[in-house]
């Protein structure tokens, strides 16, 4: 078989179409590519339909242009040495006009950017208390976003944003915190109560003060109309003939039977009724008198019945008058005679 009998147009035609094709690419939306020949950079691709020589020219990397986030954890201690751990996650891109760079210069993007993390967190949280580090946490992703912004930069990446998402320290410590807070709440509960209690005391004894006030008018008043009352009664039974004494006399037995009556109207009263003649109080009285007078008399006579029933030497007096005759009689006996 000679050579000629080969179709050697077609395999030409067929080889240059596959090179043309392994020469041909794309690059995706927000994506570029790095072109390599013979291990040297060639140029950078963006999105799109593309052409490199085949075998000659390479891809040797694609670098994405989104904005990507990297969560880093870091333990660390507080001023008032309390250990947390804090979760910063960055929000990062490669810079369009910085591919070469990102791709070159920087082999492990993510642990440089998680160094730099440590290194500002763990030289920012020691200065703060444990409720600074809550209370101040943009400042923490402020600090972290300017000193990655500064390093990151000249590397061809831009830090977006930082964010500080969790600040979690020990579990006794949170517990503690929890019983803190919980006392501070009752007591401000407790202050609230006791206001209200003393405001409902206040109000009370005001009202009892104002009750007692209009009580005391209104028994004023109505002992001035009583007295109004009685003088009118009293010109009215003058009228008819009766002397104010009679009229007095009169008008307390009325009062006196009405109170009676507005007495026995309540079932439920425990009351013991004396005497209940207008003049009892000054029989009482009189009876009572009567009776300690009669009762002085009656013991004075028992005195004098008994001493009259004594004998004669047995009386006190005399006995003691005996007693002291006897005493002169033996001190006479006693003295010696001058004659002697």
């Known amino acids: ?16 179409i596959f090179i043309f094709v392994s020469g ?22 963006q999105s799109g339909l593309h052409f490199k020589i085949p075998y000659i020219d390479k891809i040797a990397g694609k670098v994405s242009l989104k904005i990507q986030q ?4 870091i333990e660390t201690k507080t001023k008032d040495d309390v250990f947390v751990r804090t979760k910063v996650s960055v929000q990062y891109k490669v810079i369009r006009e910085k591919v070469y ?48 912004n500064d390093s990151m930069i000249e590397y061809g990446y831009d830090i977006i944003k930082t964010l ?13 915190m929890n019983r803190i807070n919980a006392a501070e709440r009752e007591k401000i509960a407790a202050q609230y109560e006791g206001d209200a209690q003393r405001i409902l005391i206040v109000e009370k004894a005001k009202a009892e003060a104002e009750s007692k006030r209009l009580q005391g008018q209104g028994i004023a008043d109505q002992r001035r109309e009583i007295a109004r009352g009685l003088e009118e009664s009293v010109d009215v ?28 109207e309540r079932s439920n009263s425990n009351l013991i009724l004396l005497p209940n003649t207008p003049q009892a109080g000054s029989d009482m009285l009189n009876n009572m008198i009567a009776s300690f007078a ?9 005195k004098e019945n008994n001493s009259s029933k004594l004998p004669s030497s047995d009386s006190p007096k005399k006995r003691l008058t005996l007693d002291y005759e006897q005493k002169d009689t033996d001190t006479e006996n006693d003295d010696p005679s001058p004659e002697a």
Not at 9 to 16: D, F, Q, T, V
Not at 240 to 261: F, K, M, P, R
Request: aromatic fraction near 8%; proline fraction near 4%.
């Open 101 to 148: 760079e990102a791709f070159y210069k920087l082999d492990y993007p993510h642990e440089q950017i998680t160094s730099y993390v440590f290194d500002v967190v763990r030289a920012e949280v020691p200065k703060m208390k444990l409720d600074d580090v809550f209370e101040r946490k943009d400042h923490i992703a402020i600090a972290v976003k300017n000193e990655l």
């Open 164 to 176: 500080v998402t969790d600040i979690d320290p020990d579990e006794q410590v949170k517990q503690a």
């Open 1 to 16: 078989m000679l050579i000629e009998d080969f179709p050697i147009l077609p395999i030409l035609a067929i080889l240059g």
């Open 70 to 73: 990297l969560d880093v954890m």
């Open 237 to 264: 039974l003058n009228r008819v003939g009766i002397n104010s004494q009679e009229a007095s006399a009169l008008i307390v037995v009325t009062q006196h039977y009405d109170t009676l009556q507005s007495v026995g």
């Open 294 to 302: 009669a009762s002085n008399q009656i013991g004075e006579s028992m």
């Open 24 to 45: 041909v690419f794309t690059v995706k939306q927000q994506r570029a590519a790095i072109i390599e020949r013979f291990g040297k950079f060639e140029s950078i691709r």
